[in-house]
């Protein structure tokens, strides 16, 4: 007998609602893990995306060292080719093709503890702010081109305020360099340049100085290649060597006459202003091949993983001197530099630049029997010697935000202490400004709101032996350059 059994209302209405969840609890775990199973795909599809995204960083990571590395090669002497000529003409065949052309002014102003007649002993650069109150240190105009198929062009001319006040015009260079040579020569890494230049020793003597970071000439420099850096007429090759790291080896030859080679048959003018020893100026002119100055320098390149990169090179010249048919220079030195750039940066901020140069002179001065006053009073006599001086400077530039740098720069100078003949222009060494021993430190704030203008406060603490009283002297200068145009690219 079959009995019924009742059951409430609300029992009923609990019994639906919780029987569906019961019938369906079997298959929970089959949807938990179909979704972690779809988890696991998408982030197995996630690290592939990674992993080609990494890829494509590392490869172009290496590209833009490949493009480093070959401008690195390329900018020393090649100009910036625009988007298209400036200006053009035919002749003959030949096409003629502005590229570029530039105006880049220097201006200082500042105030220095000493008078300007020392101050310009100091500050012994042709370029260098050299007296208080308002400086005109350089105003450059530089055209380059393509001459034909076969040859690029530069010249650059420049106008500045001397020490005095006095106006100058020069033509700083004028030179062309091959872009095609016969029998596939450019093939083999050769290049080559002719005309008037800068000589190619260490780093800083071959840029015109818009391109320092400091406002004045390393000291060592100023000693050894004068006022306006060493450059002259001549030839150079340059070879790329065929090895798997940048490699390049530079030989030159120019004239040793004139005003820019200090070192060696010099001017009579120019060396009247700073004789080297005090000797008197003899030069016999030139006379064959070897009263030339001959070059040699080997720099190699290389990259420190992905941010840092540097530089090494070997310098050494050779030649005849001005005091004699006897006399010979020979100027050998080193310099590096270490570069730091972050793979991601802001146009090139933040950066660090470490560098450094050191120079040697072995300076061998003829013996010397004549007048050196005209009426003559009486013959003077000097004895063969040899002058030794060297020089070095270290200089660190750190970019710390974007438009804003930070410098230091460290500098000393010296020779031996040979005795002065009685009937020379100084006494002792001493006493010579281009030979006495020299100290100097120059800290440097840099404000560069775009590539066309910059802004330079620096300070000189200088001590030489030379100086009257008190061998210490205080110097500030503020800087203003700006550039009208576009300009070939610096060096590495």
């Known amino acids: 007998m079959l009995r019924t059994i009742y059951t409430p209302p609300c029992l009923s209405l609990a019994f639906l609602l919780v029987s569906p969840a019961r019938a369906e609890e079997p298959a929970a775990p089959a949807s938990l893990e179909q979704q972690l ?7 197995r599809k996630l690290k592939g995306r990674l992993d080609s995204l990494e890829d494509e960083v590392r490869r172009a990571r290496d590209d833009a060292a490949a493009a480093r590395s070959a401008a690195s090669q390329t900018a020393a002497s090649s100009p910036a080719v625009s988007a298209g000529p400036l200006a053009e ?3 003959g065949g030949a096409r ?6 530039s105006v880049d002014a220097l201006s200082s102003v500042g105030f220095s503890s000493v008078e300007d007649e020392s101050l310009g002993l100091l500050q012994a650069g042709g370029h260098d702010p050299a007296r208080r109150g308002f400086n005109l240190t350089n105003l450059e105009l530089s055209l380059l ?17 001397d020490s005095e006040g006095e106006s100058s015009f020069e033509l700083e260079e004028a030179f062309v360099t091959s872009r095609m040579l016969p029998f596939g020569l450019e093939e083999q890494g050769l290049q080559l340049e002719f005309g008037q230049m800068f000589t190619e020793f260490g780093r800083i003597n071959p840029q015109h100085p818009h391109a320092w970071d400091w406002q004045d000439q390393p000291i060592v420099l100023s000693r050894f290649f004068g006022a306006d850096g060493m450059r002259g007429v001549g030839t150079r090759v340059g070879w790329l060597l065929p090895v798997p790291w940048f490699s390049e080896l530079h030989a030159g030859v120019q004239n040793a006459q004139g005003e820019t080679m200090q070192s060696f048959l010099s001017s009579d003018e120019a060396f009247e202003e700073r004789p080297v020893g005090g000797r008197p100026f003899a030069s016999g002119g030139t006379r064959s091949t070897s009263d030339l100055v001959y070059l040699l320098r080997w720099v190699n390149g290389f990259e420190l993983g992905e941010s840092w990169a540097g530089q090494l090179g070997l310098s050494g010249l050779v030649g005849p001197n001005a005091t004699g048919d006897d006399g010979k220079s020979w100027v050998y030195g080193a ?21 450094a140069e050191i120079a040697r002179r072995h300076y061998r001065a003829d013996s010397f029997f004549g007048c050196i006053e005209d009426p003559c009073p009486a013959p003077v006599a000097f004895q063969r010697e040899t002058f030794t001086d060297w020089g070095s400077f270290l200089q660190l530039l750190w970019g710390f935000r974007r438009g804003w740098s930070l410098g230091l720069r460290g500098e000393y100078a010296t020779g031996n202490d040979d005795v002065y003949e009685a009937n020379s222009a100084f006494a002792t060494r001493s006493e010579d400004p281009f030979r006495g021993n020299r100290v100097r430190v120059s800290p440097l704030l840099v404000f560069q709101p775009s590539e066309f203008t910059r802004l330079r406060l620096q300070y000189n603490l200088d001590e030489a032996d030379f100086l009257s ?14 550039l009208i145009g576009s300009h070939p690219a610096h060096r590495f």
């Open 145 to 161: 081109g393509a001459v034909d198929p076969y040859l690029d062009g530069e010249i650059h001319l420049i106008y500045f305020l």
């Open 335 to 355: 310099d590096w530099v270490l570069k730091w750039v972050p793979a991601s940066s802001d146009r090139g901020w933040p950066f660090l630049r470490i560098e």
């Open 37 to 43: 199973q779809s988890v696991l795909e998408d982030n």
């Open 96 to 101: 003629l093709q502005l590229l570029d052309i």
């Open 89 to 91: 003409a035919s002749s």
């Open 469 to 482: 009283g008190d061998d210490t002297a205080h110097s500030f200068w503020l800087g203003l350059e700006f």
